[in-house]
T-cell receptor, first 115, second 114 residues
């Protein structure tokens, strides 16, 4: 079974530029998550999707971050404009469903450096 | 929101010794407690989890114990090996109706010296 795929793996941009990350979850997984992991910290959840709907985006900085999962499969996360403090690894994860206890499988992440 | 604290932040052990990492949480409604292992530059991977209807779960050299009354759970690794060196994260479901949104601890860097 293929795992969670993410691209690009690395991205370097200057502050105030925009950037987009792509995620393809495990086939058949209804629930998709985006996490931000700053160096030396644990992953912090940004947004959770169930199929093509947003379940919770309370921790997403909506003034600059946006995410979508229009067809309920792939998802994109965008930052516009980027700030220095957005430098982090952006992890996508998926689970079969949204019930508590469903195992979350993580992708390899996109490492973002904002200069 | 859920408050998750993990201790210690770093742990150095000799190969063959045991390692214990503890995680405390604030929301008594949580009933699922996973542990993830993250090697340098790699993705977090689930290594073991426990649900609130049991107090302990073992998988070969790894075990997790849960004390719901005290709101803490611990990861135990016995007969440590150099390949156990990694950062370990505990996680707890957030206190909301979304079900599976996790709050992660700050991580424990485990170093196993050969």
């Amino acid at each position: 079974e293929a795992g969670v795929a993410q691209s690009p793996r690395y991205k370097i941009i200057e502050k105030r530029q925009s950037v987009a990350f792509w995620c393809n979850p495990i086939s058949g997984h209804a629930t998709l998550y985006w996490y931000q992991q700053i160096l030396g910290q644990g992953p912090k959840l940004l947004i959770q999707f169930q199929n093509n709907g947003v379940v919770d985006d309370s921790q997403l900085p909506k003034d600059r971050f946006s995410a979508e999962r229009l067809k309920g499969v792939d998802s994109t996360l965008k930052i516009q404009p980027a700030k220095l403090e957005d430098s982090a690894v952006y992890l996508c994860a998926s689970s079969a469903n949204r019930g508590q206890g469903e195992t979350q499988y993580f992708g390899p992440g996109t490492r973002l450096l904002v200069l | 929101g859920e408050n998750v604290e993990q201790h210690p932040s770093t742990l150095s052990v000799q190969e063959g010794d045991s390692a214990v990492i503890k995680c405390t949480y604030s929301d008594s409604a949580s009933n699922y407690f996973p542990w993830y292992k993250q090697e340098l530059g790699k993705r977090p991977q689930l290594i073991i989890d426990i649900r609130s209807n049991v107090g302990e779960k073992k998988d070969q050299r790894i075990a997790v114990t849960l004390n719901k009354t005290a709101k803490h759970f611990s990861l135990h690794i016995t007969e440590t090996q150099p390949e156990d060196s990694a950062v370990y994260f505990c996680a707890v479901p957030m206190n909301n109706n979304a079900g599976n949104m996790l709050t992660f601890g700050g991580g424990t860097r485990l170093m196993v010296k050969p």
